[in-house]
């Protein structure tokens, strides 16, 4: 684990380059409405993360933790509201938000089946703008972190759920964004994927970046929460 | 790093992507390539048949139907291949990845076209390779200009690539339709006989598509065979479809990706 918290915390200093007051989250009055339905999956949505903190949210399946989670992440847009990153928002800097933000979605989709594991890592950190100078390290850093290093060479449709699972993490934490959002991010993993899983949370977290856990119920988890959220009726509530 | 670099860096991450997936099948570059060697060798003993009077002789049919195989493959490159791959990426997840990264979706797919499109390019050149090798097709030396032209001619494409791309986007499904397009256009642009056989009524069509302008061009490139116009008045219809084209496509893309996002069904499938 050790340089991987370090590593996190260089690069969430390389690009937090606004005012200290200036929180890493905020969302205001986020809406949203799926057709079809009658109410809104999200009814003004409020919500502002700190520097290093480590929020949770909770939720019976259906309340809308995903949809938020989505459009924290830019994936999808807000019928009304605003989200932004550092003061970045994702409708008038797209890149510059993406830059800011990872997500790891629910389930084991979003690798590419016949490439290797280092494969995977060097695209993701192509695709994330990691300088050539320090690509090599932050993927070691990203493989160390999950403890990958035996897997590298290996494809990922011959990795077992779990190592799967330690592989999408690895993306997620690899470019150390200010903001990482994990949906539901301990299906699949054993005790070890765990251990492995709550050190980068706390390594992100001491480097000044925040995260978002999502999941129905967030019992026993191994590390602090600073911050626990719950979705009812498409209202966030401060548990 | 700079824009320019981290732009170069993330498109040669697609190219690896696309080059180390291809290769994992290990027969799939061999059976395509045989397959095309198989139409050439199809219409090499077809064109043994060929006694008419647009063309001189058989070889000379011969010749005019290589070249339309081979750059057949870069328009089913064109309006397939990327259009696939979009709709393979949007069932694996993996297309997730790309809308949630600073490169983003745009950029994306269109860097994703370049593998496809020099796979084609070096298709069409074994195609013709073959052809001249075995069956002793006349290849002339400004068969070396056909080169840039043929990638002048995949641009030309890409624009129809991004149309089809944005389409499986915000509808998820429009293989059937590309099917038919490709098969439309190989009959009117003239890849298995000459524009001039079709009934007045449709011959517009040659000059609303750059197909028959890059196959006329090619065709007198590689094989020497005489065109309507100029060369060079080709290679601008070519220009033209790209600077016509190419914005519509972009813009089309992104209406696309901004309207999936909206909607929330951009990871839909």
């Known amino acids: 684990m050790i340089g991987a918290g370090t590593s996190a915390a260089a690069t969430a200093d390389q690009v937090r380059t606004v005012a200290p007051d200036v929180p890493v989250l905020r969302v205001e009055a986020v809406t949203k409405k799926w057709r ?58 797209a890149s510059g938000y993406q830059r800011r933000v990872s997500f790891v979605p629910a389930g084991q989709t979003g690798l590419y089946a016949r490439l290797t594991v280092d494969f995977h890592l060097d695209f993701c950190a ?53 903001l990482i959002l994990l949906d539901e991010p301990a299906n699949s993993l054993d005790t070890r994927g765990n251990e492995l899983l709550a050190h980068a949370i706390e390594a992100h977290a001491a480097g000044g970046g925040s995260l978002i856990w999502c999941a129905p119920t967030v019992d026993n988890l191994p590390f602090e929460l600073d911050e626990l959220y719950s979705l009812r009726a498409g209202r966030l509530i401060d548990r | 790093m700079t824009a320019v670099a981290a732009y170069a860096d993330a498109t040669v991450g697609f190219i690896k992507r696309d080059v180390t997936g291809f290769l994992s099948y290990r027969l799939r570059f061999v059976s395509q390539i045989l397959g095309t060697f198989f139409s050439v060798t199809l219409f090499y003993y077809i064109s043994r048949l060929i006694t008419v009077g647009t063309f001189k002789s058989p070889d000379a049919y011969f010749a005019f139907v290589v070249v339309g195989i081979a750059i057949m493959s870069t328009l089913v490159t064109s309006l397939s291949a990327l259009p696939a791959r979009v709709r393979q990426e949007l069932v694996a997840g993996t297309f997730e990845r790309v809308v949630l990264s600073p490169f983003g979706p745009v950029a994306g797919i269109t860097a994703a076209v370049l593998f496809p499109m020099l796979l084609a390019l070096l298709e069409a050149t074994l195609t013709i390779g073959f052809a001249a090798a075995v069956f002793g097709m006349p290849i002339r030396a400004t068969a070396v200009l056909a080169i840039p032209t043929a990638f002048l001619t995949s641009l030309s494409f890409v624009p129809f690539a991004l149309l089809a791309s944005a389409s499986v986007i ?98 839909e499938y």
């Open chain 1, 36 to 93: 079809g339905r009658d109410l809104a999956t999200l009814r003004a949505v409020d919500l502002v993360l700190h520097d290093g903190r480590i929020a949770a949210l909770a939720g019976e399946n259906g309340a809308g933790k995903t949809t938020l989670l989505r459009i924290l992440a830019g994936l999808i847009t807000a019928d009304s509201g605003r989200v932004s990153v550092d003061g970045v928002s994702p409708d008038t800097d």
């Open chain 1, 126 to 178: 192509r695709l994330m703008y990691v300088p050539r100078e320090s690509r090599r390290r932050v993927i070691e850093a990203a493989a160390e972190r999950f403890d990958l290093h035996e897997l590298r060479a290996q494809r990922v449709d011959r990795l077992s759920m779990g190592q799967r699972q330690r592989v999408r993490l690895a993306l997620g934490f690899l470019p150390a964004p200010r």
């Open chain 2, 170 to 267: 915000v509808a998820k499904q429009v293989q059937t339709g590309i099917g038919f397009v490709v098969t439309g256009i190989s009959l009117i642009s003239g890849v298995f006989f000459p524009v001039s056989l079709l009934p007045s009524w449709i011959r517009w069509t040659e000059n609303v598509q750059p197909f028959t302008p890059a196959l006329n061009l090619l065709r007198h490139l590689i094989a020497g065979a005489p065109m309507d116009g100029t060369a060079a008045g080709a290679l601008l219809k070519l220009v033209a479809f790209i600077g016509i084209f190419a914005p519509l496509g972009w813009f089309a893309l992104r209406w696309a990706i901004r309207t999936s996002q909206r909607r929330g069904t951009i990871i």
